[in-house]
T-cell receptor, first 112, second 113 residues
Framework: TQLLEQSPQFLSIQEGENLTVYCNSSSVFSSLQWYRQEPGEGPVLLVTVVTGGEVKKLKRLTFQFGDARKDSSLHITAAQPGDTGLYLCAGSTSGSARQLTFGSGTQLTVLP | NAGVTQTPKFQVLKTGQSMTLQCAQDMNHEYMSWYRQDPGMGLRLIHYSVGAGITDQGEVPNGYNVSRSTTEDFPLRLLSAAPSQTSVYFC????????????FGPGTRLLVL
């Protein structure tokens, strides 16, 4: 069983602060995805990274895939209350099914 | 497009009862999956399907059955509900090729007493 460990589990910060969420595994993934989930809703895909060392930016969010494709990070600059939510990383392996293994999530609260 | 729809949104069952959670997608996606989400444990894969007539077990399949008679529908059946099956259930779908976006339904909250 492939495991993805996310840290921290909970994060509460003030508006305007920066933060980084980590997603680590001992397994190699062919791609890694980051999702954001709001209460009462399903996760929504933010980004997919597929190349070791890849960096993707989505406005104030920066996603990085580790060189060895075993870890990833999500950095948010100048966090806003609208960034509040559960952030989930999910790794995909090669093969026909390419099912996702999810991390346990990071609950982010941005206080105004 | 409605995307991925799930019914019901909420359900309370007594131990031993059976029920079916419905999932439908209108994006002509071949891949469909069922996950359960429990506090502090992320999403765990229950069953998945790579196309009509084809299903396979995920990480936590015990106590659940699935079938895929059409591309659009992927129902999840609880044969004899247990309190350990209290959870939020999500259905998801995606296309076949590459690192495709996986679309999730809004979830079904299930309480087993």
């Amino acid at each position: 069983t492939q495991l993805l460990e996310q840290s921290p589990q909970f994060l509460s910060i003030q508006e305007g602060e920066n933060l980084t969420v980590y997603c680590n595994s001992s397994s190699v993934f062919s791609s890694l995805q980051w999702y954001r989930q709001e209460p009462g809703e399903g996760p929504v895909l933010l980004v997919t990274v597929v190349t070791g060392g890849e960096v993707k930016k989505l406005k104030r969010l920066t996603f990085q895939f580790g060189d060895a494709r075993k870890d990833s990070s999500l950095h948010i600059t100048a966090a806003q209350p609208g960034d509040t939510g559960l952030y989930l990383c999910a790794g995909s392996t090669s093969g026909s099914a390419r099912q996702l293994t999810f991390g346990s999530g990071t609950q982010l609260t941005v206080l105004p | 497009n409605a995307g991925v729809t799930q019914t019901p949104k909420f359900q309370v069952l007594k131990t031993g009862q059976s029920m079916t959670l419905q999932c439908a997608q209108d994006m002509n996606h071949e891949y469909m999956s069922w996950y359960r989400q429990d506090p502090g444990m992320g999403l765990r894969l229950i069953h998945y399907s790579v196309g009509a007539g084809i299903t396979d077990q995920g990480e936590v399949p015990n106590g659940y059955n699935v079938s895929r008679s059409t591309t659009e529908d992927f129902p999840l059946r609880l044969l004899s509900a247990a309190p350990s099956q209290t959870s939020v259930y999500f259905c998801a779908s995606r296309g076949r090729w590459g690192a495709e976006t996986q679309y999730f339904g809004p979830g079904t909250r299930l309480l087993v007493l």
